[in-house]
């Protein structure tokens, strides 16, 4: 009888032990023998190699080749995309107000970071960056592609700030220093706008010439803003291979300031020319014909879009002149899940957005300003959305404001009529929603939106919903390498 050692150990054992493993633990783990890395071998794939951020460097990309090809490939189904380094625009030394109070070792660093920002600059400028992922894409079936910027702060809490990042440790090893430090820099904003921008056209296209179909679209901006017109145009050459990507997505997640240098003119039925700053991605978006979920965030003070997007159909008859023609407005008939945060908008638009949404079942609405003056119009628009949402199975409301009076409202009922949350989840909404009272709170007049962190009730109801790893019970996050 074999003496007792790992190997030994029933399978379900060994598995719950390695669950209270750090990576390196575990890998270390993995190399004792053959045996023991046959039998963790799923389990470590399912926890580490699941989700997975890449940046636009030439080691990143190449490792997600190199993943793509390997026994790795079928457990990757989500994969982010990092704009690049927020480097380039870099200038030395001149970051600091006294150059006489930098050390030897801070100005090592800078030339080494300054040296990365040359590197993949020149790679980005061959065009290869693209001809990686399209070599991954066709290995990979994905469900799931997001795009994010650089996570230089704790204010995003979004599945694709949160995947692991692998690339970014070769940055700290060759500088000494996270690379969030040297975001600061004198790039004007349609720089920044332009770089991000560039890393969705990318993104998009390799989609497109890969054949890959993903469920699930994510974009996470928020930090610098988005260039309208060179993230969402789809050019001629590329519409057949891209169009179709954006008519099988299921789920649009974008949290995006967007803007464009040069605003588009359109020209609606009523005659009078408008211009619009997001032009190109309500053209997007008018193509997402099988969408399902609809997650929207930071698209602050753009009521326009909103009041598109609430538009009814029939304001897609246009008879005016080509060139001036809107957008049309997304029908919405199969979109079952909405979920608004950090948003400014009209009420009335909202309304419109939810009639549209027919088969709608989930409803969250976050970090909400609503543009009604008016707190009686409010209150009773507000009624008349939930009187006609009775087919809800789900609502959540956290922090909803009336602009014009700088307040918040407070949801509850008889007795208890100060809470700033409202969540519930059940056959009963249409009683839940008419035993619902509403309140001002005048005390509130400073409220503070910087903070992105999903309430728990919030994390609770979507938690089928949101990304997670098969059969662990935890997930690592932060800017970690992984080892094969």
Request: with cysteine.
């Amino acid at each position: 009888m074999p003496s007792p050692n790992l190997t030994t150990i029933p399978l379900e054992i060994l598995l719950l032990i390695v669950s209270h493993l750090n990576r390196r633990d575990f890998t270390t783990t993995r190399l004792v023998c053959r045996r023991l890395e046959g039998s963790l071998f799923r389990k470590f794939a399912q926890k580490y190699f699941t989700m997975i951020r890449f940046m636009c460097t030439e080691y990143s990309l190449q490792a997600l080749v190199d993943i793509s090809e390997s026994r790795l490939s079928p457990y990757l189904k989500h994969v982010v995309v990092e704009a690049d380094l927020h480097f380039e625009h870099f200038g030395g030394a001149r970051e600091y107000s006294n150059i006489n109070d930098v050390s030897t070792e801070m100005h090592v660093k800078i030339n080494k970071f300054t040296q990365l920002a040359a590197d993949q600059l020149a790679f980005l400028n061959t065009g290869r960056h693209q001809q990686f992922l399209i070599k991954a894409f066709r290995n990979l079936k994905l469900e799931r592609v997001g795009v994010c910027d650089l996570l230089h702060d704790t204010r995003c809490n979004c599945a694709s700030h949160r995947a692991i990042s692998l690339g970014t440790s070769q940055v700290h090893r060759e500088t000494g220093a996270p690379s969030r430090i040297f975001h600061v820099g004198r790039a004007s904003r349609w720089q920044f706008l332009s770089r991000i921008a560039s890393c969705v056209q990318s993104v998009l296209f390799a989609l497109g010439e890969s054949r890959s179909r993903p469920r699930r679209l994510d974009i996470c901006a928020i930090l610098d803003g988005l260039d309208d017109e060179q993230a969402f145009c789809i050019p001629g050459f590329a519409k057949d291979t891209i169009l179709p990507i954006i008519s099988g997505l299921e789920t649009i997640d974008f949290g995006l300031n967007p803007g464009c240098p040069f605003p588009h003119v359109i020209s609606p039925n009523d005659g009078v020319p408008v211009i619009i700053d997001t032009y190109y991605l309500r053209t997007f978006l008018s193509h997402a014909t099988h969408l399902e979920a609809l997650h929207l965030r930071e698209m602050a003070r753009d009521e326009a879009f909103f009041d598109w997007l609430g538009a009814s159909i029939s304001c897609n008859d246009y008879e005016g002149p080509p060139e001036l023609k809107p957008p049309n407005t997304p029908a919405l008939t199969k979109v079952h899940e909405c979920k608004l945060k950090k948003c400014t908008l009209p009420l009335q638009s909202l309304v419109l957005i939810i009639r549209k949404c027919s088969s709608l079942r989930r409803l969250t609405l976050t970090n909400i300003i609503f543009l009604d003056h008016n707190f009686d119009t409010f209150c009773r628009l507000f009624r008349e959305l939930f009187r006609s949402s009775t087919h809800l199975e789900s609502i959540h409301l956290t922090n909803i404001y009336i602009d014009g009076d700088g307040v918040a409202v407070s949801f509850g009922k008889s007795y208890d009529h100060r809470v700033r949350s409202f969540s519930y989840r059940g056959p009963n909404m249409k009683a839940e929603l008419e035993a619902l009272q509403l309140y001002i709170d005048p005390e509130i007049l400073d409220f503070d939106m910087d903070d992105d962190m999903d309430t728990e009730e919030e994390e609770d109801m979507y938690a089928e919903e949101e990304y997670m790893y098969a059969e662990e019970g935890d997930t690592d996050t932060g800017e970690e390498e992984m080892d094969g």
